[in-house]
């Protein structure tokens, strides 16, 4: 009894300090990549503790998932391009690897983990078919169609999330709007991808103002360099070809009482990596 009570005790305890992790380290990103760090970081490390075998590296094998879940705070430090979609995800489908793999070793190989269940006809005997079932089916689920397919998409550029300018501070108001490239979307190529928005100040307010509170938003909260940047998509902490990139330009549809800007979100694969 006692060991059965020890058993529920970790896997149930790893598994809600891996949850609080997972949430924390993916809500100062979006509420979007927030689901996206439980499905690939999380969801692996659910499942470990709840079908593990119970061998002495049950254990330790959960605890390398629940520091692995940590990492995110290094490998998606919230640099702009951390909070789109497609960007992140590439980086997040790894981390379905270690436990989805492991949970598989377990479920068809438990000897490679020490496990010997089954394996003396004397000792306790094989584990029902339906649990090794189960247990490959969600690991499969998770590294293939869960977290695996944004590697097949990650040539495709898009339009960039617009967590990487929103929320914005007290006073500020946003519509999206045609902006100097056309309507928001892609060109011809695919290669190139934008989105515009109209920030509208405070009534009263100056456009320069407007322009320099814009810019510590983006600077303190977003991680931008500045108002008119570009900064290289990293994967892992490494430069690829894609750029990400912010452009502040003046909007004729302001008013004598409330300012106006533009602000354009792109990303695109054109030219070499542009670091900033």
Same mark, same amino acid.
């Given at each position: 009894m006692v060991a059965v009570a020890k058993q529920l005790l970790w896997r149930i305890g790893v598994a809600a300090i891996g949850l609080v992790a997972a949430v924390a380290v993916g809500w100062r990103l979006s509420p979007t990549i927030t689901v996206l760090v439980i499905v690939c970081a999380w969801l692996p490390l659910g499942v470990w503790c709840l079908f593990a075998p119970r061998i002495p590296a049950a254990l330790p094998i959960a605890l390398a998932l629940l520091v692995a879940i940590a990492t995110i705070w290094w490998t998606l430090p919230g640099r702009p391009g951390d909070r789109t979609v497609t960007i992140a995800w590439s980086t997040l489908m790894w981390y379905s690897l270690p436990g989805g793999l492991a949970l598989l070793a377990a479920t068809w190989r438990p000897r490679w983990l020490g496990d010997r269940t089954g394996a003396d006809p004397a000792g306790p005997p094989a584990r029902p078919v339906w649990r090794r079932v189960t247990a490959t089916l969600v690991a499969a689920g998770v590294l293939v169609s869960g977290?695996?397919?944004?590697?097949?998409?990650?040539?495709?550029?898009?339009?960039?999330? &617009?967590?990487?300018?929103?929320?914005?501070?007290?006073?500020?108001?946003?519509?999206? $709007?045609? =902006?100097?490239? %056309?309507?928001?979307?892609?060109?011809?190529?695919?290669?190139?991808?934008?989105?515009?928005?109209?920030?509208?100040?405070?009534?009263?307010? &100056?456009?320069?103002?407007?322009?320099?509170?814009?810019?510590?938003?983006?600077?303190? $909260?977003? =991680?931008?360099? %500045?108002?008119?940047?570009?900064r290289p998509v990293r994967r892992f902490t490494r430069p690829t070809a894609t750029d990400l990139c912010i452009t502040v330009t003046s909007d004729p549809a302001g008013t004598v009482d409330r300012p106006t800007i533009g602000v354009e979100l792109s990303r695109s694969n054109i030219g070499p990596p542009t670091v900033s």
């Open positions: 977290c695996g397919l944004p590697g097949l998409f990650w040539g495709a550029v898009g339009v960039p999330s &617009s967590d990487e300018l929103f929320p914005l501070p007290p006073g500020m108001d946003a519509t999206s $709007a045609t =902006g100097p490239d %056309g309507a928001n979307g892609c060109d011809q190529t695919g290669h190139a991808c934008w989105t515009y928005y109209r920030i509208t100040g405070a009534t009263g307010e &100056s456009t320069a103002v407007l322009t320099e509170r814009l810019r510590r938003h983006l600077q303190e $909260a977003k =991680g931008w360099g %500045g108002p008119e940047s570009c």
